[in-house]
């Protein structure tokens, strides 16, 4: 299902962040032997409101709330060549379909609370893996 409106950006970064791995893993290694570029890609759904605090020669712009501290600990919990979704991003990305998803509980806030997390592994169809099928979740088995 094609998604408009604001559950459009959520299936759009999803496919973007698929598309990024797939032409990073087509990267090699030079002769010379550097090293592979690996990269953790987290994507979280929510509002966001951006301040310029100071006008002076170069913007400094401000991000309050708690987006980009949700969006820093995804990525900071991911693991290489993975891509980390929040709950919310889950709940737009599964209720569209399409993709595969398997559950991940995470700890991706600084206090006590436990926020469910998931991996997004593919498209469906896309010739995963047997093991990645068998891994991916309907929307009854993470919830938040």
Same mark, same amino acid.
């Given at each position: 299902?094609?998604?408009?409106?604001? @559950?459009?950006?959520?299936?759009?970064?999803?496919?973007?962040?698929?598309? =990024?791995?797939?032409?990073?893993?087509?990267?090699?290694?030079?002769?010379?032997?550097?090293?592979?570029?690996?990269?953790? +890609?987290?994507? @979280?759904?929510?509002?966001?409101?951006?301040?310029?605090?100071?006008?002076?020669?170069?913007?400094?712009?401000?991000?309050?709330?708690?987006? =980009?501290?949700?969006?820093? !600990?995804?990525?900071?919990?991911?693991?290489?060549?993975?891509?980390? +979704?929040?709950?919310?991003?889950?709940?737009?990305? @599964?209720?569209?379909?399409?993709?595969?998803?398997?559950?991940? !509980?995470?700890?991706?806030?600084? @206090?006590?609370?436990?926020?469910?997390?998931?991996?997004? =592994?593919?498209? +469906?169809?896309?010739?995963?893996?047997?093991?990645?099928?068998?891994?991916?979740?309907?929307?009854?088995?993470?919830?938040?």
């Amino acid at each position: 299902m094609e998604a408009t409106g604001p @559950h459009a950006d959520a299936q759009n970064m999803a496919r973007f962040a698929l598309e =990024l791995l797939d032409d990073v893993n087509k990267i090699r290694p030079d002769v010379n032997g550097a090293a592979q570029i690996s990269v953790r +890609v987290g994507i @979280h759904t929510s509002s966001i409101v951006v301040g310029l605090v100071n006008t002076g020669e170069i913007p400094n712009y401000v991000f309050p709330g708690n987006t =980009l501290p949700i969006l820093t !600990k995804l990525v900071n919990c991911s693991e290489d060549g993975r891509i980390h +979704v929040s709950y919310p991003t889950y709940q737009i990305i @599964h209720d569209l379909g399409g993709f595969v998803i398997r559950q991940r !509980k995470t700890k991706i806030d600084s @206090h006590v609370s436990w926020t469910p997390t998931a991996w997004l =592994l593919g498209v +469906v169809g896309a010739g995963l893996s047997d093991d990645q099928d068998r891994d991916s979740v309907d929307g009854s088995s993470l919830q938040a």
